[in-house]
């Protein structure tokens, strides 16, 4: 069931993904009205950067993921700060519709998906979620900003110029957090009978080159992370390509698309939600 993000390439996701701000989790609750006593499941769930916040703000979070390696550093985190309602679990989008029969259906409050959609079928979850999901609870798509790569600023234009050099061909993945990526998310959440609302939080933070260059290497699979000579590498061409800038600023954009279900507690629309 493992993805080919295992190994090293868990724990640069770990170390150098960036989480969500409090005001995520915040818009998160006011979409599907969120309770203490409620149960949330984070499909994709990595290891743990959402997951772990929902924790606090709820009764139970469920992290599912097809990647062991992603889990057993989510688990480990998990206990570290002590957040014994959350619960790991191996599987993936198609595991679904098996949850109303070990959970009970209608008693999820949401199931997120946060920069993982790009792996999975839309129309296939989005409706096998339903019998999960109580009323009012729904489908959040969440995207953490941009790739790194693909931003417009000169430290992400240069990255880009690095990243292309080592890989030795053009790079252009976006991994669907473009436009036509939150269409699809749109249309596939309106066709499976859900009620849709879109936000977003902004805001701005510190990204330091080790978190740039293994944000990278966080994207890759196992079988084509570079060697470590390679990898060295291509952290000393960032540099030197920054002029040896260390830290940079990278403004980010969190979209949450979400899809509800019946009667609805929000009060949200298309709203958005700035924080700096």
């Known amino acids: 069931m493992a993805t080919g993000f295992g190994g090293e390439v868990a724990t640069y ?26 149960t949330v499941v984070d499909l994709g769930c990595g290891t743990g950067q959402l997951s772990l916040p929902l924790a606090d703000r709820v009764g139970e979070v469920i992290g599912m993921d097809p990647e062991p390696d992603m889990l057993a550093i989510a688990r480990r985190t998990a206990l570290d700060q002590g ?8 599987g993936s989008d198609i595991d679904v519709p098996a949850l109303p029969r070990l959970v009970g259906g209608g008693r999820v409050g949401a ?5 993982a959609i790009h792996f999975m079928d839309r129309d296939a979850l989005f409706a096998a979620a339903r019998p999960l999901l109580r009323s009012g609870g729904g489908i959040a798509v969440v995207t953490n900003g941009e790739p790194l790569w ?7 234009l240069a990255l880009r110029g690095c990243l292309e050099r ?11 957090t473009d436009e036509d990526g939150r269409r699809r998310n749109r249309e596939a959440l309106l066709r499976a009978g859900y009620r849709y609302e879109e936000t977003s939080v902004r805001y701005e933070a510190p990204l330091t080159v080790d978190d740039m260059v293994g944000g990278v290497f966080s994207a890759m699979s196992a079988e084509r992370l570079p060697s470590s ?21 990278e403004r980010v954009t969190v979209r949450l698309q979400c899809g509800i279900l019946g009667s609805c507690r929000s009060r949200t629309g298309f709203s958005y939600v700035t924080r700096r």
């Open 150 to 156: 693909t931003q417009d600023s000169e430290w992400s």
């Open 166 to 176: 080592m890989l030795g061909h053009s790079v252009t993945g976006r991994c669907q």
């Open 229 to 249: 000579r390679q990898r060295a590498a291509f952290a000393a061409d960032v540099r030197d390509a920054l002029g040896g800038v260390e830290v940079v600023t």
């Open 111 to 115: 199931l997120t998906v946060a920069v």
């Open 13 to 38: 996701y770990a170390r150098h993904r960036r989480g969500y701000p409090p005001d995520v989790v915040d818009a998160l609750a006011a979409v599907f009205g969120l309770r203490a006593d409620d």
């Open 83 to 90: 957040a014994a309602n959350a619960t790991w679990v191996l």
